[in-house]
């Protein structure tokens, strides 16, 4: 039973665009989420996060919006560089405490220059 | 400050046996946790460590297995490897609760 869903394997962006990354999650308990980018062969690394108390959340050129009615979160990258291309990872977390954290399947993001 | 460290980074054993994984947390951080990353699978939780208790488990059947040391160094065991446990294992550890997880490069196990 998969709880976070990226239902996009991959996305191609040209560079200077916007990067639009989608996560949909099941679960209503869910009140913790984050952004994680993966390079090939190094371990991920934490982005951005939203609590479900907020809308929007904003560092650099890296949003994130969550729309509580819909389960849906978004990571916006603007503008999109080469150095962005890897693979994003969506995460969710219950509460706070040393709750389990649960990632979707991943984007693979390629940005051309 | 160092971050997570896993060793080894590749391994290649054979199907039946064991395997034992090592994670390094970041200095000062008590929870670490590890994760299964396949394919179109995501990262799949295993389980999570504080303080040298188990935490969480996540769906994994008994044959995968960890500790955490008085030092919050941690392994995981895999007894019975099948060809199926061929991943990326990455160990992540984090600072408090409810922070964000670092994560370690990972140990890429083959299971022939």
């Known amino acids: 039973d998969q709880q976070v869903k990226q239902n996009s394997p991959s996305l191609s962006v040209q560079e200077g665009r916007i990067s639009i990354l989608n996560c949909d999650y099941t679960n209503s308990m869910f009140d913790y989420f984050l952004w994680y980018k993966k390079y090939p062969a190094e371990g991920p690394t934490f982005l951005i996060s939203i609590s479900s108390i907020k809308d929007k959340n904003e560092d650099g050129r890296f949003t994130v919006f969550l729309n509580k009615s819909a389960k849906h979160l978004s990571l916006h990258i603007v503008p999109s560089q080469p150095g962005d291309s890897a693979v994003y990872f969506c995460?969710?977390?219950?509460?706070?405490?040393?709750?389990?954290?649960?990632f979707g399947t991943g984007t693979k993001l390629q940005v051309i220059p | 400050k160092a971050g997570v460290t896993q060793t080894p980074r590749y391994l290649i054993k054979t199907r039946g046996q064991q395997v034992t994984l090592s994670c390094s947390p970041i200095?000062?951080?008590?929870?670490v946790s590890w994760y299964q990353q396949t394919p179109g699978q995501g990262l799949q939780f295993l389980f999570e460590y504080f303080s040298e208790t188990q935490r969480n488990k996540g769906n994994f059947p008994g044959r995968f297995s960890g500790r955490q040391f008085s030092n919050s160094r941690s392994e995981m065991n895999v007894s019975t490897l099948e060809l199926g446990d061929s991943a990326l294992y990455l160990c992540?550890?984090?600072?408090?609760?409810?922070?964000?997880?670092?994560f370690g490069n990972g140990t890429r196990l083959t299971v022939t």
């Open positions: 200095s000062g951080h008590r929870s």
């Open positions: 995460a969710a977390s219950v509460g706070g405490g040393y709750q389990k954290v649960t």
């Open positions: 992540a550890s984090r600072r408090e609760e409810g922070s964000p997880l670092h």
